[in-house]
């Protein structure tokens, strides 16, 4: 006689816990060149972000009446506070990074039915909901370099010490773009680029360091087949497309692909949030479609739009067409003809 007292998403379960630990290994490599480059108190944010985390979540599933330890310990609500934390500003104060983290758990995933049912990925929610409420706290990044002590910049998160232009300002992308939209016509990019106390090598000064961690991570997860490379790579390349081609018409305007690929949340974006197994697409050609649109979108966002980043924007608005895409690329059925 078959045991049927343990049902199968308990396998499944395990399976995602073994998975999200996964995810959290690979975001160390840009954590750590975060702490390196500016400081450690954006540990300060990860703490508060999973604390958070995890205390909405375990109010969520009493009031839902779902077991506590079964999906506490599956690690979801972890993976959602560090993409939460990693695309706040590190010096935010600290109820910013608290309430994006609240309305990311409560609303954008158990008000659809919890783990597996959110059509929107919640850490993108989290973001483009505290820039339409925030944007000024929301566009307040460390400077490279800046000479605050970790107790200092504690202080500045917890509203005991006043924010200073010293220590904080727009990233490199939103600098970028301000200043070709201040000086139109009289500036190039060549120009800007040339100012080393913002801009590194090939992007923003120290952020490459940082992407290149979200890079190497990346690749970790691609290695261990716990994403596929569809989603990733067409992201890539709709932003690279995009980039290249206004970049060859017109370079004094419009900065060269590289540095789009290593600033802002392209990296992040591309091996952490378009590969979500929930909110995104499922199918092989869906995932093409998926990432590819949303590195275009993502950079006509930056570039033309409103924001600083547009990869949260652009994923949210992919979101809303995961279903149209999947219907529309499904396999043939195994033993019937393709239609097409």
């Given at each position: 006689?078959?045991?049927?007292?343990?049902?199968?998403?308990?396998?499944?379960?395990?399976?995602?816990?073994?998975?999200?630990?996964?995810?959290?290994?690979?975001?160390?490599?840009g954590?750590?060149?975060?702490?390196?480059?500016?400081?450690?108190?954006?540990?300060?944010?990860?703490?508060?972000?999973?604390?958070?985390?995890?205390?909405?979540?375990?109010?969520?599933?009493?009031?839902?009446?779902?077991?506590?330890?079964?999906?506490?310990?599956?690690?979801?609500?972890?993976?959602?506070?560090?993409?939460?934390?990693?695309?706040?500003?590190?010096?935010?104060?600290?109820?910013?990074?608290?309430?994006?983290?609240?309305?990311?758990?409560?609303?954008?995933?158990?008000?659809?039915?919890?783990?597996?049912?959110?059509?929107?990925?919640?850490?993108?929610?989290?973001?483009?909901?505290?820039?339409?409420?925030?944007?000024?706290?929301?566009?307040?990044?460390?400077?490279?370099?800046?000479?605050?002590?970790?107790?200092?910049?504690?202080?500045?998160?917890f509203?005991?010490?006043?924010?200073?232009?010293?220590?904080?300002?727009?990233?490199?992308l939103?600098?970028?773009?301000?200043?070709?939209?201040?000086?139109?016509?009289?500036?190039?990019v060549?120009?800007?680029?040339?100012?080393?106390?913002?801009?590194?090598?090939?992007?923003?000064?120290?952020?490459?360091?940082?992407?290149?961690?979200?890079?190497?991570g990346?690749?970790?997860?691609?290695?261990?087949?716990?994403?596929?490379?569809?989603?990733p790579?067409?992201?890539?390349?709709?932003?690279?497309?995009?980039?290249?081609?206004?970049?060859?018409?017109?370079?004094?305007?419009?900065?060269?692909?590289?540095?789009?690929?290593?600033?802002?949340?392209?990296?992040?974006?591309?091996?952490?949030?378009?590969?979500?197994?929930?909110?995104?697409?499922?199918?092989?050609?869906?995932?093409?479609?998926?990432?590819?649109?949303?590195?275009?979108?993502?950079?006509?966002?930056?570039?033309?739009?409103?924001?600083p980043?547009?990869?949260?924007?652009?994923?949210?608005?992919?979101?809303?067409?995961?279903?149209?895409?999947?219907?529309?690329?499904?396999?043939?059925?195994?033993?019937?003809?393709?239609?097409?």
């Amino acid at each position: 006689m078959m045991d049927f007292s343990t049902p199968p998403y308990l396998l499944k379960n395990a399976s995602v816990q073994r998975v999200m630990l996964q995810v959290v290994a690979a975001l160390v490599p840009g954590i750590a060149a975060y702490v390196w480059i500016f400081g450690p108190v954006i540990l300060v944010q990860l703490a508060l972000a999973t604390a958070t985390a995890l205390a909405a979540e375990a109010a969520m599933l009493k009031l839902r009446n779902k077991p506590l330890s079964l999906f506490l310990s599956d690690g979801s609500a972890i993976v959602t506070a560090w993409l939460i934390a990693l695309t706040f500003p590190p010096l935010s104060p600290w109820w910013l990074i608290i309430t994006g983290t609240l309305f990311a758990i409560v609303v954008a995933k158990h008000l659809y039915g919890g783990l597996g049912q959110n059509p929107f990925n919640p850490a993108m929610v989290a973001f483009a909901v505290c820039i339409v409420s925030f944007p000024a706290l929301m566009s307040q990044w460390p400077a490279v370099g800046m000479q605050v002590s970790l107790a200092d910049q504690i202080a500045v998160v917890f509203g005991q010490m006043p924010r200073l232009d010293a220590i904080s300002g727009a990233t490199p992308l939103d600098t970028l773009k301000t200043a070709l939209k201040l000086d139109e016509g009289t500036v190039s990019v060549a120009a800007l680029l040339a100012d080393q106390t913002v801009y590194g090598f090939f992007a923003g000064r120290g952020w490459e360091w940082v992407t290149g961690g979200y890079l190497l991570g990346g690749l970790f997860l691609w290695w261990r087949g716990i994403v596929s490379w569809h989603a990733p790579l067409s992201f890539v390349a709709g932003l690279s497309l995009l980039a290249t081609g206004l970049w060859l018409y017109n370079p004094a305007q419009f900065a060269n692909p590289l540095f789009h690929l290593f600033s802002g949340g392209a990296m992040l974006g591309a091996w952490f949030i378009v590969t979500d197994p929930v909110s995104g697409c499922t199918t092989p050609k869906g995932k093409l479609i998926f990432g590819f649109s949303a590195g275009v979108l993502a950079y006509l966002i930056r570039v033309f739009g409103g924001y600083p980043d547009g990869v949260a924007f652009a994923v949210l608005l992919m979101n809303l067409c995961v279903p149209l895409i999947d219907l529309y690329t499904q396999p043939a059925i195994f033993g019937m003809k393709d239609k097409s």
